[in-house]
Nanobody, 125 residues
Framework: QVQLVESGGGSVQAGGSLRLSCAPSRVTYNMAWFRQAPGKEREGVAAISRLGVTTAANSVKGRFTISKDNVNDTLYLQMNSLKPEDTAVYYC??????????????????????WGQGTQVTVSS
């Protein structure tokens, strides 16, 4: 079992920044951030492999940066130039199975077998 503890959510005005953190209870392989806005399906935001390869959704490229501290496996999401449409509950996810072909599916929910409880991010205009 892996527990994922997220922190760093909050409210910010458009153009502002927030940094999310996710601390796993043990070492994982690949990790990612997802988000779910009201009335919408959960979508992949950014992902990072055990070796540090990253991917990101087109909607956040150039604004959001995913990173991981390889000492304690803590996952981060630096969010800059936030927009009202970034408002959502953000979830940390971890893959402990090291699925083959991860990169091609890195922003898909089925890749990840552990999930955090979610943290609210609200961006006002």
């Amino acid at each position: 079992q892996v527990q994922l503890v997220e922190s760093g959510g909050g409210s910010v005005q458009a153009g502002g920044s927030l940094r999310l953190s996710c601390a796993p209870s043990r070492v994982t392989y690949n990790m990612a951030w997802f988000r779910q806005a009201p009335g919408k399906e959960r979508e992949g935001v950014a992902a990072i492999s055990r070796l540090g390869v990253t991917t990101a959704a087109n909607s956040v490229k150039g604004r959001f940066t995913i990173s991981k501290d390889n000492v304690n496996d803590t996952l981060y999401l630096q969010m800059n130039s936030l927009k009202p449409e970034d408002t959502a509950v953000y979830y940390c996810a971890a893959d402990t199975r090291a699925l083959e072909g991860w990169f091609s599916h890195s922003l898909k929910e089925y890749v990840y077998n552990y999930w955090g409880q979610g943290t609210q991010v609200t961006v006002s205009s």
